[in-house]
């Protein structure tokens, strides 16, 4: 601990819910200061205080109680989890859904179930560290290609196939990559793998409910996909995860997955509330539209300003500046002018690549982009 230094020491910092895309400091339990504009989490939708939402989970509360008090294999499983793998999977066209109480669990459970100690795994440079450890947990073994690149990754696969042809591989991407703002070409991705005989996990944490047809997700009617990763706590303003794939993947899981066997089941309240966002989501998909369009005008407006432009075209803005200095003295500024953006820095990015990550959300007034602007000053 002695070598850290101090831009790179984190803390945690106690923050309450206030009115649309509000976020109040705390300090020593009480209201200490005025609302910040949240521009950091990931309530993309600003379903997270939803009535819709709350309501839904107050009923489960009285119904099923806090917890489920035990594993889905045990004595956890409730009517409502049934209930939300059997929406999401007529939703995503995935005959078995299986949740889990953590997107971090399910990713664990999710490579673990892909590969083994005889299999490759081909990742993008950049992926979760999540999907990391699960490929430590599943022994395989791990070559990375640059991000995005999908001709490196051609070559990689071409190269496994050649050297091995009946190995076991698996790649491994995301949709939306949350610190880079980024895509790769889900369909290109996918036809990659499918030639190639090669299994694709595809991470859709960030994207479901705001990118692909109707919020579903880039990998949606894919038939290379093989396995899909999502979670709650994100656009569906809850918390727990799941996993959506074919019966024979989904029926392993269920016999022989750790991270779903020795775990309490996803708390009740978070179900019923993830089965009222998906609600919410279908009954109006254009506001994932109607974000991406605001996230496109952000984007030229901060080009316009000078600068440089952050990269993708969905609701996470990442503004490159380089030093972990400057990225905190801009995260202060801005909340000098009542805005919450986090910067982020190494290790969670590339050294020398530090940034402010800027998250837009649904729920966001008119004239927070010239709010942003005049905070953040000239670059």
Request: charged share 20%; with cysteine.
């Amino acid at each position: 601990m002695a070598d850290l230094p101090p831009q790179r020491r984190r803390t945690l910092r106690p923050l309450e819910p206030c009115g649309p895309a509000g976020l109040r400091p705390l300090a020593g339990g009480a209201s200490a200061s005025e609302p910040l504009l949240d521009l950091a989490s990931n309530d993309y939708l600003g379903l997270a205080c939803h009535p819709q939402l709350q309501q839904a989970a107050t009923a489960a509360i009285s119904r099923d109680g806090v917890g489920a008090g035990a594993s889905r294999l045990v004595s956890g499983s409730r009517p409502v989890h049934q209930q939300l793998e059997q929406a999401l999977g007529a939703w995503l066209g995935r005959p078995r859904v299986l949740l889990f109480p953590s997107g971090f669990q399910a990713n664990l459970a999710a490579v673990q179930a892909l590969a083994d100690r005889h299999s490759l795994v081909l990742a993008d440079r950049l992926i979760h560290h999540s999907l990391l450890v699960g490929v430590k947990a599943s022994g395989a073994r791990l070559q990375r290609f640059a991000h995005n690149d999908l001709t490196a990754l051609q070559r990689r696969l071409e190269e496994a196939r050649s050297t091995a042809p009946q190995r076991r591989l698996l790649v491994l991407s995301e949709s939306l990559f949350s610190m880079q703002g980024t895509s790769p070409d889900v369909a290109r991705l996918a036809e990659l793998c499918r030639r190639h005989g090669a299994a694709l996990l595809l991470d859709e944490a960030h994207a479901l409910g705001v990118l692909g047809p109707e919020g579903r997700g880039l990998g949606h009617g894919l038939a290379g996909v093989s396995l899909i990763s999502g979670t709650f706590g994100k656009a569906f303003g809850s918390g727990g995860a799941f996993l959506a794939g074919d019966v024979l993947v989904g029926d392993w899981l269920l016999q022989h997955s750790g991270p779903f066997r020795y775990t309490t089941a996803l708390a009740p309240p978070l179900a019923a509330a993830a089965l009222a966002a998906l609600e919410w989501i279908r009954a109006d998909p254009d506001r994932g539209l109607a974000l991406l369009e605001r996230a496109r005008r952000w984007r030229d407006g901060l080009e316009a300003a000078g600068w440089p432009r952050p990269p993708g075209h969905g609701p996470i803005l990442p503004l490159l500046v380089g030093s972990d200095q400057r990225a905190l003295a801009l995260q202060d500024a801005l909340e000098r002018a009542g805005m919450l953006s986090v910067a982020i820095r190494p290790p969670t990015v590339p050294e020398g690549s530090a940034r402010l990550r800027l998250v837009l959300r649904h729920d966001l007034p008119a004239g927070s982009l010239e709010r942003l602007l005049d905070a953040l000053g000239s670059p």
